[in-house]
């Protein structure tokens, strides 16, 4: 399974760019979906999650900026990210989880560079 993560770049606070995460399979196969971020000198979080129904959760620091959503058609799942601010830059990771049987399975992209100037 490949995840192709896009749409990064540099970014002027209260920008609203958005990204996307191609997959090379049929994304009703995973169980979720997700996108993480890890920020100079940080640990990597997670930032927003869409499950195969459909249901959302994000992180408390992006709630009421950023949407997940997914086109199925498209294999692609992409996160709107409004009103950017500085501690938003980060490698942003796209993530997928599936399970076969008893095991569980996670999958990532190569990440993309977000950096937003103030």
């Known amino acids: 399974v490949q995840l192709q993560a896009s749409g990064g770049g540099l970014v002027q606070a209260g920008g609203s760019p958005r990204l996307s995460c191609a997959a090379s399979?049929?994304?009703?196969?995973?169980?979720?979906m997700g996108w993480y971020r890890q920020g100079p000198g940080k640990q990597r979080e997670l930032v927003a999650r869409?499950?195969?129904?459909?249901?959302?959760n994000y992180a408390d620091s992006v709630k009421g900026r950023f949407t997940i959503s997914r086109d199925n058609a498209k294999n692609t799942v992409y996160l709107q990210m409004n009103s950017l601010k500085p501690e938003d830059t980060a490698a942003y990771y796209c993530?997928?989880?599936?399970?076969?049987?008893?095991?569980?399975?996670?999958?990532w992209g190569q990440g993309t560079l977000v950096t937003v100037s103030s």
């Open positions: 399979r049929n994304i009703f196969s995973f169980v979720r």
């Open positions: 993530n997928a989880d599936g399970v076969g049987g008893t095991n569980w399975y996670a999958y």
């Open positions: 869409i499950a195969s129904s459909g249901s959302t």
